[in-house]
T-cell receptor, first 113, second 117 residues
Framework: KQEVTQIPAALSVPEGENLVLNCSFT??????LQWFRQDPGKGLTSLLL?????REQTSGRLNASLDKSSGRSTLYIAASQPGDSATYLC????????????FGRGTQLTVWP | NAGVTQTPKFQVLKTGQSMTLQCAQD?????MYWYRQDPGMGLRLIYY???????DKGEVPNGYNVSRLNKREFSLRLESAAPSQTSVYFC????????????????FGPGTRLTVL
């Protein structure tokens, strides 16, 4: 069974800092890995998807990397803003059960002005 | 496009009552999923439907049934609700796995917050 762990569980930083959120997974035979953002009381919004053949993906101030051999992914947020405050979830797709995602418990990020 | 929509947004049930959670997507996606999210835990898969007319169990299917009514709609039914089913339920969909980033990206609805007393 794929297990996904996210560290830290919570993070509070001042505006402008560069951040790294960590995600580890136990089964390196993943098909892809997705990072999501969840605002309180809301659904999940996909931020980045990295295919197993890729090393990283970038979107604006966000950069996600994937290292299958070590079972790790990181989400880098540059120049953080208060609007980045949310819970960030990573999810691994093994590909065996079509589209099924294995989620971590999330990192709750607070960026204060 | 409305994306993935879910009804109702909130629901309170008494133990033993039944209800159906509705999900619809207007993106012409083939695969749909039901997850539940409990406090302090990641989302867990309840059931999924790889295509119209097919459904399969996920990690936590006990106490639930599903129906893939057509390509757009995927409903989740609780036949006899229990307090352990108090949770936030999310529906999701993807176009098709295996064809690239755009088709593999999973889209989620806003969730249904269910309380069973």
């Amino acid at each position: 069974k794929q297990e996904v762990t996210q560290i830290p569980a919570a993070l509070s930083v001042p505006e402008g800092e560069n951040l790294v959120l960590n995600c580890s997974f136990t089964d390196s035979a993943i098909y892809n890995l997705q990072w999501f953002r969840q605002d309180p009381g809301k659904g999940l919004t996909s931020l980045l998807l990295i295919q197993s053949s890729q090393r990283e993906q970038t979107s604006g101030r966000l950069n996600a990397s994937l290292d299958k051999s070590s079972g790790r992914s990181t989400l880098y947020i540059a120049a953080s803003q208060p609007g980045d405050s949310a819970t960030y979830l990573c999810a691994a797709n093994r590909g065996s059960t079509l589209g099924r995602l294995y989620f971590g418990r999330g990192t709750q990020l607070t960026v204060w002005p | 496009n409305a994306g993935v929509t879910q009804t109702p947004k909130f629901q309170v049930l008494k133990t033993g009552q039944s209800m159906t959670l509705q999900c619809a997507q207007d993106m012409n996606h083939n695969s749909m999923y039901w997850y539940r999210q409990d406090p302090g835990m990641g989302l867990r898969l309840i059931y999924y439907s790889a295509s119209e007319g097919t459904t399969d169990k996920g990690e936590v299917p006990n106490g639930y049934n599903v129906s893939r009514l057509n390509k757009r709609e995927f409903s989740l039914r609780l036949e006899s609700a229990a307090p352990s089913q108090t949770s936030v339920y999310f529906c999701a969909s993807i176009e098709a796995q295996g064809q690239g980033v755009l088709t593999d990206t999973q889209y989620f609805g806003p969730g249904t917050r269910l309380t069973v007393l």
